[in-house]
């Protein structure tokens, strides 16, 4: 995947599989958008998630 979760709102219908693979151990959010991801790179401003 090469585009940042915050612009793929469309793969959730399209490929949802690679979605829950990419968001099913969130380890960064998105301080724009609140989505979360596995890898750094698929959200476009990351902060690194720490457990409460």
Same mark, same amino acid.
């Given at each position: 995947?090469?585009?940042?979760?915050?612009?793929?709102?469309?793969?959730?219908?399209?490929?949802?599989?690679?979605? %829950? %693979? =990419?968001? =099913?151990?969130?380890?960064? *959010?998105?301080?724009?958008?609140?989505? *979360?991801? =596995?890898?750094?790179?698929? *959200?476009?401003?990351?902060?690194?998630?720490?457990? *409460?």
């Amino acid at each position: 995947m090469a585009k940042k979760l915050c612009e793929l709102k469309k793969l959730l219908k399209k490929d949802l599989a690679e979605y %829950i %693979i =990419n968001v =099913n151990q969130p380890k960064f *959010v998105c301080t724009k958008c609140g989505r *979360v991801a =596995n890898e750094k790179k698929l *959200v476009c401003s990351p902060a690194k998630m720490s457990a *409460v």
